[in-house]
């Protein structure tokens, strides 16, 4: 099968680059309107549109939160830390292995709480937060990213541990399908969005 997935590290440090800019942005935004409607209790954000697109209920939960400071101020510090990885690829540094794959496991831990909010948002909350999906949305294209280059390198691959076949054959698929895999995850996002607001959204 042939590769799908040829983008050099400074292609993907453009993606990068994009994604820790948009992320910048959104997380900005929430913390400001976070700490507009802690001071004020009659601030509107500008993302409240009806009652399932809001941000107010989110900015106010108690998950959206780490040791009671609002997420979006450790996304400024993920996102501007990968706007400075992502720079170092665009003008050529040689990144080390070890680099990567630091990088690979705070875009994990970034997903993980992505993941963390989405489920508090949608299935807890049943309120959809279009700054908190502008940052999923780049999150994933992180993680996705980061994880491919990794993947395609063999950066996992570890000097006398042979991992097991279904892991290869995975890696494998996912290195020679990484646009299907990025669309198929998109896909997913929506549909579920679609599947459990659809009354809402379109009534």
Avoid at 130 to 157: K, S
Wanted: glycine letters at 6%; charged letters at 10%.
């Amino acid at each position: 099968m042939k590769k799908v997935w040829t983008a050099s590290p400074e292609i993907i440090g453009k993606i990068l680059v994009v994604t820790s800019i948009i992320g910048l942005i959104a997380a900005f935004v929430l913390l400001r309107d976070t700490l507009e409607v802690a001071l004020n209790p009659n601030f509107t954000p500008i993302c409240n549109i009806n009652p399932i697109l809001s941000c107010t209920s989110v900015m106010a939960a108690p998950e959206s939160k780490i040791l009671g400071i609002p997420s979006a101020a450790f996304g400024i510090a993920g996102y501007s830390a990968l706007l400075a990885f992502a720079a170092l690829l665009v003008v050529g540094v040689k990144v080390p292995r070890r680099v990567w794959l630091a990088g690979f496991i705070a875009a994990t831990i970034g997903l993980a709480f992505v993941v963390h909010l989405y489920i508090t948002s949608i299935f807890t909350l049943g309120t959809i937060c279009l700054w908190c999906l502008t940052t999923w949305v780049v999150t994933i294209a992180t993680f996705w990213a980061i994880l491919t280059h990794c993947l395609r390198q063999g950066y996992f691959m570890i000097k006398g541990w042979h991992a097991p076949s279904w892991l290869c054959a995975l890696g494998k698929f996912w290195v020679n399908n990484a646009g299907l895999v990025l669309a198929i995850w998109y896909a997913l996002l929506i549909f579920s969005i679609l599947i459990k607001f659809n009354q809402a959204l379109f009534l």
